[in-house]
């Protein structure tokens, strides 16, 4: 499979506790995004990756997050301290990168759903 | 950044009948692209209208971006129980340059 696969699937978890996700891209996809979404809204971006560089982080972006993609390949999700708030499904996407400012295709993996008790 | 609205939030047609969803946003877009997210599964990319009045198809999709490139349409065919899910216009998140912004998007149900 030469898709966007991330892992796990599903995590539940309780309020209170830190829980890790991880996104391995398609490879050679240079840019690496994270989105959020909730039951009835459209994904909601979070922050992405130019290679090893983040170069953009939304306002929902709290500081009991962060992101990393130490070698400009696969990218971790960490959120410390969950709040029931953070329960939702966890996307990732990559593309290609061609350079300059054109919106290239981005390639949603299957997502995370967070359950936060 | 950049921010769209997207009408109706859900349609119910039975199969054979036609389905538009609208998109619109109060400023100029670059461009715009649609997703479709199947029940339990996630976006998947569809289409990039970047040319004001472009007009694309896909088999029984049409996918329309206005003159003034403030809106955008897709319209579907004589609907089938497998074009059931949810279509989501997307835009340049402004700040990132590289990010997106979803509209709510629009749940289409197709009973045969």
């Known amino acids: 499979d030469t898709g966007v696969s991330q892992d796990p699937r599903h995590k539940i978890t309780k309020r209170g506790q830190n829980v890790t996700f991880r996104c391995d891209p398609i490879?050679?996809?240079?840019?690496l995004y994270w989105y959020r979404q909730t039951l009835g809204q459209g994904p909601e971006f979070l922050t992405y990756?130019?290679?090893?560089?983040?170069?953009?982080k939304s306002r929902l972006l709290s500081d009991r997050f962060s992101a990393e993609r130490p070698k400009g390949s696969f990218s971790t999700l960490e959120i410390q301290r969950t709040e029931q708030g953070d329960s939702a499904m966890y996307l990732c996407a990559s593309s290609q990168g061609a350079g300059g400012a054109d919106t290239d295709t981005q390639y949603f993996g299957p997502g995370t759903r967070l359950t936060v008790l | 950044g950049q921010q769209v609205m997207q009408i109706p939030q859900y349609q119910h047609v039975q199969e054979g009948e036609d389905f538009t969803t609208y998109c619109n946003s109060s400023?100029?877009?670059?461009?715009i692209q649609w997703y479709k997210q199947r029940p339990g599964g996630h976006p998947v990319f569809l289409i990039q209208l970047v040319k004001s009045g472009e007009v694309k198809k896909q088999k029984r999709l049409t996918f329309q971006f206005g003159e003034a490139k403030k809106n955008s349409s897709l319209h579907i065919t004589a609907t089938q129980t497998t074009d059931v899910g949810t279509y989501f216009c997307a835009v340049d998140n402004s700040n990132s340059g590289y990010a997106l912004n979803f509209g709510k998007g629009t749940s289409l149900l197709v009973t045969p």
């Open positions: 400023t100029t877009l670059s461009n």
């Open positions: 490879s050679e996809h240079n840019r």
């Open positions: 990756f130019q290679n090893e560089a983040q170069l953009e």
